[in-house]
């Protein structure tokens, strides 16, 4: 298996720190709004290079956490009046909703910086013993950035041509010594959570959060680190900065970015009208096309999203899923159980596509070459299950099908998840006529639901359902 390795810039084969395991961290949204088809790109992406991964044998521990205490978080909670931990949480249960509807398997842990403070506050202390880091009069911490010398090995920048801009924790900039250094810890403001520490009361930088949930669940070095190309500078050149000043040793042996998501060939903005959060496309089209489209590019690739790709995405989902449909029905249908010698060399045949498959995704996984390779067995398969066969052959064929489709995310069986899918949304829409007063509206859908033998219960937590 090869790796294309951001740090390197090349491709490398992937030997992981102990035979047999993987130890994998992937950056997750922030948490203060339904989550956007960008961030959906690297948890469908590196969910299906998890499942590979797995499907190869081995065992893969994979890390990805939810920042829960941010800018962004405040001033939403300040706009409606609320805690930040109310937006946080709730916004937590909507981004696990969005991550089931596109089949994103939980991660091993799902770690909230809120919930890792101590670890933090140990952290950075070290860095400040070890003269990685200075605290301010005010109580600000900030990392002393020329101190690591290899900084920017990850992003390929010269330190002296960097700027100190940095995501949306805004400083000042007056007590810094060097407009390179970025914060670590940063006194609290009017209204805002905060915790206790040595210099303040107040709240964590951005970058120290994965540094330290890294750490606590996965070890001071890691195989792999991953998230979208816009994280590696600055965050993921800090996280390095961090952890290898702190820990004193290699931070993650591969480093693995994801390309940009456009909108019909321009950068997704809400300015522009082009926004779109995957509760939105969902509403159009299944979680499972947008998994299916997302994994039509080659990971490292720009991706254009547009309404014309998602329909074609949704007729080359159909071919497979027809293909799995009729070879239930074949098997359903067999009247010879076991397969003959020319079947049995049949089904040896298609040996080609599985490796094909393999190949691909083992070539730092090339999803589109992968799902190609799917298409090819279909075709295979439609070629000989023409007519009729033996019903082991049909069940050979649909385990192959099944196998490389569970790999990629994708279910083949989808009447039942269709249904889930189905009632969130009924379910999403009398919410809806509930906040605009239409109760009328809001009881003819749980009416027909009931009808059709689903049960509504509106508890504190939401709307919860089960069959009658």
């Not at 596109?102 to 991660?107: E, F, G, M, S």
């Not at 799902?110 to 301010?136: C, F, N, Q, W």
């Not at 965050?235 to 993650?252: D, L, R, T």
């Amino acid at each position: 298996m090869r790796i294309f390795n951001t740090l390197t810039r090349r491709k490398e084969e992937f030997v992981p720190i102990e035979p047999g395991k993987v130890k994998m961290y992937v950056c997750g949204p922030t948490v203060y709004n339904y989550i956007h088809i960008g961030n959906a790109r690297p948890m469908i992406v590196f969910d299906t290079f998890r499942r590979y991964m797995e499907y190869r044998g081995y065992q893969v521990t994979y890390v990805s956490n939810f920042t829960d205490v941010d800018d962004k978080i405040i001033k939403k909670a300040k706009e409606e009046g609320k805690d930040a931990s109310e937006i946080s949480e709730r916004y937590i249960a909507e981004c696990q909703k969005d991550m089931e509807a596109l089949n994103v398997r939980p991660a091993s842990v799902h770690p909230r910086a809120t919930r890792e403070i101590g670890e933090m506050v140990h952290m950075v202390s070290d860095l400040i013993d070890k003269g990685y880091a200075y605290p301010v009069e005010d109580g600000t911490v900030y990392y002393k950035t020329r101190a690591f010398h290899s900084y920017g090995k990850l992003s390929h920048k010269n330190i002296e041509d960097l700027e100190g801009g940095h995501r949306d924790i805004k400083v000042t900039g007056e007590l810094k010594r060097d407009p390179l250094d970025f914060v670590l810890w940063k006194p609290k403001k009017e209204g805002e959570p905060y915790w206790d520490s040595p210099w303040c009361q107040g709240r964590p930088g951005w970058h120290i959060e994965c540094s330290c949930m890294s750490k606590r669940y996965l070890g001071d070095t890691i195989d792999i680190h991953a998230g979208g190309e816009d994280l590696i500078f600055p965050h993921h050149e800090n996280e390095i900065a961090q952890s290898e000043a702190a820990n004193g040793v290699e931070f993650a042996r591969y480093w693995m970015h994801n390309g940009f998501l456009n909108i019909d060939h321009r950068k997704m903005s809400k300015s522009l009208g082009n926004f779109f959060t995957v509760r939105e496309v969902c509403q159009k089209y299944s979680g499972q096309v947008l998994r299916f489209f997302m994994l039509s590019a080659h990971y490292r690739s720009p991706l254009n999203f547009s309404a014309d790709l998602m329909e074609a995405a949704k007729v080359s989902l159909e071919r497979i899923l027809t293909a799995g449909e009729n070879l239930r029905f074949l098997a359903e249908n067999a009247r010879i159980d076991r397969m003959s010698e020319e079947e049995r060399k049949i089904l040896a045949d298609s040996d080609q596509y599985m490796d094909k498959f393999n190949g691909a995704m083992d070539d730092d996984c090339n999803t589109a070459d992968a799902l190609a390779a799917i298409f090819e067995l279909v075709k295979f398969i439609n070629s000989r299950a023409a007519g009729q066969i033996s019903r082991e052959l049909a069940d050979q064929f649909y385990q192959r099908l099944d196998t490389l489709t569970q790999v990629c995310g994708l279910i083949l069986d989808q009447k039942e998840d269709n249904l889930d899918a189905e009632i969130d949304s009924l379910i999403e829409e009398r919410q809806e006529a509930r906040r605009q007063k239409d109760f009328a509206r809001a009881d003819r859908i749980r009416d027909d639901l009931l009808a059709r033998g689903i049960v509504l219960e509106d508890t504190r937590e939401g709307v919860k359902w089960h069959r009658a």
